[in-house]
């Protein structure tokens, strides 16, 4: 009877135990001790087992020496001894403990397992993995084992190898989280952030409190409300498992995305003399080199990890993007990263794309697709939400196809006033298209370019008969299958030789349609009249304050008597971004003491900072768009050199469309000139001040209702085009 009430006692607790009722199980075990055999190895195993789980290392440790007591042969409770001690990081008694189970039973897989982990958490990966491959040898299923061994590959190098080991246990545990979130890092750390962010979602559709799941999307996505909580869980695996390139290249991951880019650069570094060859840890590398302005450095980063692995369509968009900001490159060469995109991702899927019939009724409402990451608190939204409240109900049917994961207010705003909403962030790209396919979408646009969240790998699919790109991007994608680039006679016109895959074609005044926020801070007078000082000024990132740029700015400053200089931008909270730019304008002669450098704030105090500014120099090659379109709103006269690329003509296209035109210069010189002769005209600036936003609300800029209706004419003019087997020539 003693008997079974012991067997009945440990079955108990083993049920409930796997049903998540671990308090209830420890109590099966603790009454089994108590009041049946208090000399049970058996109850001892399980009651450490269980307290282990629950992370009571201590009392698990003990309860582990207990069995042994009772049962100094007892090989799992001498593997649980050294898994309390190994969270506890006595790393020397975990290996004698492991040892002694091996002794005991050669051919314990979980034994094997253990030992393997540990010597992963010391760094010998290669013998770890022998271990690994022993115990799935002696049993193939075994969860941890194959969890541990694709680990193991990875800290290896071997990627591909890691990869194929992910799916192999996905397989075997189709249904667990740890193993998409297993195969979900290993995705992250070789560069494919997208297929990683599916295999994240999908571990949370399975069991959706799963920390490390969660975790991992808040550090992928930059969703920073979490990345506190994910920088403490990271390191916390770090305390108990040790330092890996894995957990270092998530952790340097969470911390930029923090914009905690310092100490983001100090853990890459560390994650790469493991693994000098870890791809998060590069990409990671260059994005804080990116922020800091180290544009080339990072450019030669993300060439590093090409050449590890070519497949990352998102790292070439990060060198196509960045290589917009660098003056030292020609438009031809420009143009040529983003062709590369093309020639890489685009060409293969040809075969894939789908075919569309000529319709039959020409007179039905047209179906138009907007596929943007953006639908939220970005500049996108501000170019974006009044076109969306006045399309045509009656001639077109919006659908929104949104990348984002998380809802704001003007994510709700832009939803209801669309046909149909579509979430699309954690589909693949086949699906997504197929989705936009059976929509039947007419004309699909595209407002990410290469910029964070693109969908340009469902572009090539060619799910819609006619595809554009606009507003999100200021340069060709350099895709044959986006059929049009929506731009304007000022910011593209006939003879400034810019380059397109696409063809270019215009709306009458401009590409940008700006809707102000709700409660906009009204227009102040210039601060020179009480400070006795011009202030210049630039709220633009710090990524386009290349070299040339601070070079003219300097030589602005240091011709004005007096003059400031205030800096604001959101890289410039990090106190090494703050300091490298200081050295660098130190470098070009100016004082820190005429430097103000501000990092981000809300978007009302950012605009109630322009009241602190007198003029706003513009950056070149890479001009503000958003940036000049506020600092205008907000009375501050921008001055700015009218280039030839699309980027670098965004400011002479806002000016041309408030008659300002002057302000746009042709050279360095000029641009040099031209500030330094607006600060010693106080009559003008005051004159502007008093005139700018009045000039913005009756320009082309503010006339939604028209813009409207000239985007939709447009759109006409494609689909008749299309209908009819033909295209739109360029700038028409």
Not at 27 to 38: L, Q, S
Not at 75 to 84: E, K, P, S
Not at 659 to 668: D, F, I, K, Q
Request: charged residues 20%; aromatic residues 10%; hydrophobic residues 40%.
């Amino acid at each position: 009877m003693r008997q079974l009430s012991a067997f009945i006692l440990l079955y108990l607790g083993h049920w409930l135990g796997r049903h998540g009722m671990a308090i209830l199980a420890e109590t099966c075990y603790r009454n089994g001790i108590e009041k049946n055999n208090p000399n049970s190895a058996q109850f001892w195993f399980y009651l450490g087992k269980s307290l282990l789980e629950r992370n009571q290392e201590k009392e698990a440790l003990a309860a582990f020496e207990s069995a042994i007591q009772c049962d100094i042969r007892h090989a799992r409770a001498w593997c649980g001894l050294g898994a309390a001690h190994r969270c506890l990081t006595n790393l020397d008694a975990a290996r004698r403990a492991y040892d002694e189970a091996l002794r005991i039973d050669p051919n314990s897989s979980q034994a094997l397992c253990n030992m393997g982990e540990l010597l992963l958490v010391k760094g010998e990966t290669r013998a770890a993995l022998e271990y690994f491959e022993r115990s799935l040898a002696r049993e193939p299923n075994l969860r941890e084992a194959l969890t541990n061994r694709v680990a193991a590959l990875f800290e290896l190098g071997r990627y591909p190898e890691a990869e194929t080991a992910a799916l192999k246990a996905i397989a075997l545990f189709p249904s667990e989280a740890a193993m998409q979130v297993n195969y979900g890092n290993v995705l992250l750390h070789t560069g494919k952030a997208r297929p990683a962010a599916l295999a994240f979602q999908k571990a949370l559709e399975y069991d959706p409190s799963s920390a490390e799941a969660h975790m991992n999307l808040a550090t992928l996505l930059g969703e920073s409300h979490h990345l506190t909580q994910a920088i403490g869980f990271i390191e916390n695996e770090i305390a108990l498992k040790g330092e890996t390139a894995q957990r270092l290249g998530t952790l340097a991951l969470a911390q930029a995305a923090k914009k905690d880019y310092a100490t983001a650069m100090k853990t890459c570094y560390k994650a790469l003399e493991i693994q000098p060859n870890h791809i998060s840890a590069l990409i990671t590398l260059a994005t804080c080199l990116s922020v800091r302005g180290q544009l080339r450095e990072a450019m030669d980063l993300h060439q590093q990890a090409l050449r590890i692995n070519q497949n990352m369509p998102a790292i070439f968009s990060n060198i196509s993007f960045d290589s917009t900001y660098l003056p030292e490159l020609s438009p031809t060469e420009v143009f040529l990263y983003h062709q590369e995109w093309s020639h890489r991702f685009e060409a293969p899927e040809i075969k894939r794309r789908y075919q569309h019939a000529r319709p039959s009724k020409l007179d039905r409402p047209l179906r138009i697709g907007y596929v943007s990451g953006d639908f939220g608190y970005h500049p996108v939204r501000f170019l974006l939400l009044d076109v969306i409240r006045h399309h045509d109900r009656k001639k077109f049917e919006i659908h929104c196809f949104s990348m984002m994961r998380n809802d704001d207010e003007i994510t709700v705003a832009i939803r209801e006033q669309t046909f149909a909403w579509h979430d699309g962030l954690f589909k693949k790209d086949e699906d997504l298209a197929k989705d936009i396919h059976e929509q039947g979408i007419d004309i699909l646009v595209d407002l990410s370019g290469h910029t964070a969240y693109n969908r340009l790998s469902t572009f090539v699919l060619k799910p819609a008969p006619i595809q554009a790109t606009w507003i999100g991007y200021f340069h060709s994608t350099g895709l044959e299958s986006i059929d049009y680039f929506i731009t304007d006679p000022y910011t593209s016109p006939c003879d400034c030789n810019q380059f397109f895959s696409e063809t270019p074609v215009w709306l009458p005044h401009s590409r940008f349609c700006y809707t102000p926020p709700s409660c906009t801070p009204e227009v102040v007078p210039p601060p020179m009249l009480t400070k006795g000082i011009i202030t210049f000024g630039s709220f633009n990132r710090v990524e386009k304050l290349v070299d040339p740029v601070i070079m003219a700015w300097a030589e602005i400053i240091k011709s004005v008597p007096n003059s400031k200089l205030l800096v604001k931008a959101g890289s410039l909270e990090d106190k090494s971004v703050r300091e490298e730019l200081q050295r660098r304008f130190a470098a070009a002669g100016v004082e820190i003491e005429r430097l103000e450098l501000r990092g981000p704030s809300p978007h009302h105090q950012m605009l109630t900072e322009y009241g602190e500014m007198d003029i706003a120099l513009d950056t070149f090659p890479f001009n503000g768009g958003m940036t000049t379109i506020e600092a205008l709103w907000m009375g501050v006269p921008v001055v700015t050199i009218a280039g030839q690329s699309v980027v670098a003509r965004q400011t002479i296209s806002v000016l041309a469309n408030i008659g300002l035109e002057e302000l746009a210069l042709s050279n360095v010189e000029c641009f040099i000139q031209g500030a330094i002769d607006l600060a010693n005209n106080p009559k003008r600036l005051v004159f502007l001040r008093e005139q700018l936003r009045l000039r913005m609300v009756v320009s082309p800029l503010r006339q939604p209702q028209q813009f409207t209706r000239n985007l939709e004419e447009l759109y006409q003019r494609m689909w008749k085009a299309w209908c009819n087997g033909e295209k739109l020539t360029p700038y028409s």
